[in-house]
């Protein structure tokens, strides 16, 4: 079965870093990835989608990458803010007649300031 | 506007008894969706609708139905409550499009005693 490994639950950063996420998959590829983020006591939000065929997507301070090779994800954000602090869920979409969303267990932000 | 609203926000009930999650989104959207959220934070699909027709039941137990009265709202019905059904429970919504980005409540804390 498919698996997602977001490999940090939790990491912490100086405000003014770049904080770089992991998320890697096994098996097939999927059609396309998404980052949420998630606050305490809320539900996710949606923050970027790349699809298979995309190196990279920009979205004011957030970058991901997506290398099919490495079956890896990189989700980055620039210029951290105590404000970015939160979990972020990457989820995988792999298609077909009943679509599937399968997210990680998440990687807990916390940035110092 | 809350775009997907869950109630009730909180439940607290006993093992044996039978309850309900209501769930409604105003985004017009075609497919809705239940997610379990268990306390090591991991987010699984339950079920979705599209159309008020199920097409992904994942291997959940047949306590848990899902009821979808129109295409704005999905309810959750489960029956005789178990320790292990203590999560949270979110609804989503998403458009009937490729990208198939989830709108999420708010969540709904259930703690079975």
């Known amino acids: 079965s498919q698996k997602i490994e977001q490999n940090s639950e939790a990491l912490n950063i100086q405000e003014g870093k770049t904080a770089t996420l992991t998320c890697n998959y096994t098996?097939?590829?999927?059609?396309?990835l998404q980052w949420y983020r998630q606050d305490p006591g809320r539900g996710p939000v949606f923050l970027l989608l790349?699809?298979?065929?995309?190196k990279e997507k920009r979205k004011e301070r957030l970058k991901v990458t997506f290398d099919t090779t490495l079956k890896q994800s990189l989700f980055h954000i620039t210029a951290s803010q105590p404000a970015d602090s939160a979990t972020y869920l990457c989820a995988l979409y792999y298609g077909g007649s009943q679509g599937n969303l399968i997210f990680g267990k998440g990687t807990k932000l916390s940035v110092k300031p | 506007d809350t775009a997907v609203s869950q109630t009730p926000k909180y439940l607290v009930t006993q093992m044996g008894n039978d309850k309900s999650i209501k769930c409604e989104q105003n985004?017009?959207?075609?497919?809705m969706y239940w997610y379990k959220q268990d306390s090591k934070k991991f987010l699984k699909i339950m079920f979705s609708?599209?159309?008020?027709?199920?097409?992904i039941n994942e291997t959940v137990p047949n306590r848990f139905s899902p009821k979808s009265p129109d295409k704005a709202h999905l309810n959750l019905h489960i029956n005789s409550l178990e320790l292990g059904d203590s999560a949270v429970y979110f609804c989503?919504?998403?458009?009937?499009?490729?990208?198939?980005?989830?709108?999420f409540g708010p969540g709904t804390r259930l703690l079975v005693l």
């Open positions: 790349i699809r298979e065929n995309e």
């Open positions: 985004l017009g959207h075609d497919t």
């Open positions: 989503a919504s998403s458009q009937d499009d490729e990208e198939e980005t989830q709108y």
């Open positions: 098996n097939y590829s999927p059609a396309y």
């Open positions: 609708y599209n159309n008020k027709e199920l097409i």
